[in-house]
């Protein structure tokens, strides 16, 4: 079996079509079989005689090596804010400082963040402490005195 006459063209169409199903199929791995395919095609247009089984033995090399350095790389890479969950919620203000707009009677009271006001719970606190968030419970911010 021979592989037919591959010229760069090919090699730019499949990168087109890898590139697109990456946006329709989940998980970043198609995209660096196409950045292989593209640069595929940029290495015929510099070795223009090379064979064809070597050509598809460098684009699945290539592929497979970018789609291991990614992994390693995503491994590594430090875990930000940019990667949680989009819906952390109240989670979020854990360890803020803020000052108690009512008094925490009862163990219950409010506190201003910003522009919201929250419902908290914690010790009884006049108005005007200075209080931390220890933890949320849903909308909740359980505090204590700072």
Same mark, same amino acid.
């Given at each position: 079996?021979?592989?037919?006459?591959?010229?760069?063209w090919?090699?730019?169409?499949?990168?087109a079509?890898?590139?697109?199903?990456?946006?329709?199929?989940?998980?970043?791995?198609?995209?660096?079989?196409?950045?292989? $395919? $593209?640069?595929?095609?940029g290495?015929?247009?510099?070795?223009?005689?090379? $064979?064809?089984?070597?050509?598809?033995?460098?684009?699945?090399?290539l592929? $497979?090596?970018?789609?291991?350095?990614?992994?390693?790389?995503?491994r590594?890479?430090?875990?930000d804010?940019a990667?949680?969950?989009v819906?952390?919620?109240?989670a979020?203000?854990i360890?803020?400082?803020?000052?108690?707009?009512t008094?925490?009677?009862?163990?219950?009271?409010?506190?201003?963040?910003?522009d919201?006001?929250?419902?908290?719970s914690?010790p009884?606190?006049?108005?005007?402490?200075?209080?931390?968030?220890?933890?949320?419970?849903?909308?909740?911010?359980?505090?204590?005195l700072?």
């Amino acid at each position: 079996m021979t592989l037919p006459d591959l010229q760069p063209w090919h090699w730019l169409v499949l990168a087109a079509i890898l590139g697109v199903l990456e946006i329709i199929v989940p998980g970043a791995v198609l995209i660096w079989f196409a950045l292989s $395919a $593209a640069c595929m095609a940029g290495l015929l247009f510099l070795l223009p005689g090379l $064979a064809e089984g070597w050509q598809v033995l460098i684009f699945a090399g290539l592929g $497979a090596a970018w789609l291991a350095a990614a992994m390693i790389w995503r491994r590594r890479r430090p875990k930000d804010e940019a990667d949680a969950p989009v819906n952390i919620g109240s989670a979020r203000l854990i360890g803020q400082r803020g000052v108690l707009e009512t008094d925490l009677r009862n163990g219950r009271g409010e506190m201003r963040l910003g522009d919201t006001v929250w419902p908290v719970s914690g010790p009884d606190l006049p108005a005007g402490s200075s209080v931390v968030v220890e933890a949320a419970e849903g909308a909740l911010l359980i505090v204590r005195l700072s």
